[in-house]
């Protein structure tokens, strides 16, 4: 499950110690999976009743097998237990996260996906919350489908970075979304519609859309695109970081049909997206330096909400596509 580092301009612990809290998640997330699928492989195994008996009759010499086993794994992972510390408990916006059972899953990709639900939900709050502060996001986020794809698809040791806001030279500006893998940063941007729509593609300001409600022009993907791609290159660059930079155009349900794109641009429509998104999931590389370094380089340019509301400073709005 990727980690979600930022979301537009909201407050984010990663902003106050992006290694500490990148390695937590990581240790976290395994520790409480490994507990939620233990606790549904027991009550699969002895049912929901043997994790709430009932007091023994009065009859009975010895408490039964089954309760004797549950009382024993309990007492065994108590002890043995080493919980990550999530937020000290001293602060005043503590964030725990503790999956639960809503409902009883069949299988254990159920679980997973029960599990990942939850832990999505958590993400949300972790990336737009500090020890001191905590920003009250849109409730929309909570059902982007973007948002929720990228986080839930992608292996943990991957970054995101949802269209946050840069400062740069007293310029407030939205970039598209930064993906930061072990081996490049991806600068992403969404260009999808209903199924099988069709994006024509050319140099120009404007290109058309075709659905079968018919064509309409729309304002060209690679103008955001190419202008957060240049900052990135230039953030890296003043720093001395070599680290990859890449640049992609995303259309899962549809089809780009883009004769004149430019070299390095990947156009991941419906026909190349799944060898991307495969060849992505499939690289198990852990964390690596160059990557933190970079993400660590692009949240020190990043706006953040509570700055403004403290600061009065950056009362602009951020500049967007065609601006």
Known sequence: ????????????????????????????????????????????????????????DAGDEAPAP??????????????????????????????????????????EAQLKQLF??????????????????????PASYYFDANLKYFLQRFPDTFLLMYKPVFTLKKTVMEMETLFITPTAVWCLKFLEDRKDAVFLGSKAHFWSKRTEKGEKKILSPMIALDR????????????GVAFPVEKGLICRNGYIDYPDAPVGLHVLDKRAYPEWFHSQRQLRSPVKYMQL???????????????????????????????
């Open 1 to 56: 499950m990727g980690q979600l580092l930022k979301i537009q301009d909201y407050v984010s612990r990663y902003e106050m110690d992006l290694i500490r809290y990148t390695n937590q998640f990581v240790r976290l997330k395994k520790q409480k999976w490994q507990k939620f699928r233990e606790n549904w492989k027991i009550e699969q195994e002895f049912g929901p009743a043997a994790l709430l008996p009932n007091e023994p």
């Open 66 to 107: 089954v309760l004797e086993r549950v009382k024993h794994w309990f007492k065994k992972h108590n002890d043995e237990r080493e919980e990550v510390p999530e937020i000290p408990a001293a602060q005043p916006h503590t964030i725990q996260f503790s999956p639960q059972l809503a409902y009883f899953p069949e299988t």
């Open 116 to 137: 990942l639900d939850q832990l999505f939900r958590f993400q949300l709050k972790w990336a737009s919350s500090t020890l001191l502060e905590e920003a009250d996001i």
């Open 228 to 239: 957060t791609e240049n900052i990135i290159r230039q953030i890296l660059k003043k720093h």
């Open 293 to 323: 370094k970079a993400a660590q380089l692009f949240m020190n340019e990043c706006l953040s909400a509570g700055a403004i509301h403290k600061t009065g400073e950056h009362d602009e709005e951020p500049q967007r596509d065609g601006e």
